[in-house]
């Protein structure tokens, strides 16, 4: 097999990463969903062999990378889930109390803003398609800069998303935060008719969760449980960022991702203070991951000029 330093950088972390899943889920005695995970886990697998099908037995440069780098990203959501979930239950004291005072302090209330919604469904119900775009996007940006050629802008994106997430829960560890639908009760009234993402049932989850932990895993039934900082902003960030030089591409993600702004808070019962630590955690990631491609990309020049 034949891959390219940076990939050969994401494999180890990956390897790493999912060893760290199997200890925990072992030492805590957490039940898997064998068959959830390694039917997911397969196609991830299935598409970095592809890649190399396309890189080795019939080259196609562009084709060979795309595939690949779907295919880590799918694994490094599969195990970075877990990892999630085996932080808990959590450790600290929660975070919420004091991101809700200081979204006072700027004059918003989560609160008020979700009753005088209750009075629009028709935006709530667009704002909730607009939140689960996220991950289809982030599928979409993969496809467009490696079938364009942009390998270096792929990988860029592929381990800003992987830093990013790696920050936010290390972060998260310490200060660990669930959100406003964890902290704020939604009175009937104004619940009912809304169709959100994030609602009192999850935000009871999210509290279980916090006290007790997880006994048992599966793909088809995982919650976000990071608020802080909000990783759908960094989801967002990153498709505006890397779409900035396909310009009719560039500026549909912009539309559709300053929407998507509201639809974190509203849909995502994030805390204002969430989103702004989003937009600080993607910049640290983002230049991290620089750092890193510019060093992979240093080391496949030496090796191809010792070749």
């Known amino acids: ?31 898997i969903d064998f068959a959830g995970y390694a039917s997911l886990g397969s ?6 062999a592809l890649g190399q099908f396309y890189r080795t037995v019939r080259p196609d440069f562009r084709v060979s990378t795309t595939v690949t780098a779907t295919g880590l990203f799918i694994l490094f959501t599969l195990c970075g889930s877990i990892f999630n979930y085996m932080l808990l239950p959590v450790q600290f004291a929660t975070i919420d109390g004091a991101l809700g005072r200081i979204d006072s302090a700027m004059g918003f209330s989560w609160l ?13 119900s ?37 830093i990013g997430v790696s920050i936010a829960m290390i972060f998260w560890f310490f200060f660990p935060s669930f959100g406003t639908a964890a902290l704020y009760p939604l009175p009937p009234a104004v619940r009912e008719g809304m169709a959100l993402a994030v609602g009192p049932e999850y935000g009871a989850q999210l509290n279980r969760l916090a006290l007790q932990g997880a006994s048992y895993l599966t793909p088809k039934d995982v919650l976000g449980l990071i608020a802080f900082p909000s990783f759908h902003t960094v989801m967002a960030c990153m498709a505006v960022y890397f779409l900035r030089h396909s310009r009719g591409l560039f500026f549909a993600g ?26 600080a955690t993607f910049c640290l990631a983002c230049w991290l991951a620089s750092m890193v491609v510019r060093e992979a990309n240093q080391k496949q020049t030496v090796l191809a000029a010792s070749a």
């Open 1 to 31: 097999m034949i891959f390219l330093p940076v990939e050969r950088f994401i494999l180890i972390v990956l390897a790493t990463l999912f060893s760290l899943d199997c200890v925990l889920v072992i030492f805590k005695g957490v039940e």
């Open 112 to 124: 008020q803003t979700m009753i005088w919604l209750s009075g629009y469904p028709f935006l709530v």
């Open 126 to 162: 667009l704002l909730h398609i607009v939140y689960i775009s996220s991950l289809p996007q982030m599928i979409v940006v993969i496809l467009i800069l490696g079938f364009s050629g942009r390998t270096h802008s792929l990988y860029r994106f592929l381990l800003t998303g992987m």
């Open 43 to 48: 196609i991830g697998l299935a598409m970095v």
């Open 254 to 279: 912009l539309a559709l991702n300053l929407v998507m702004l509201p639809a974190i808070v509203v849909q995502g019962g994030h805390h204002l203070t969430d989103v702004l630590g989003g937009f």
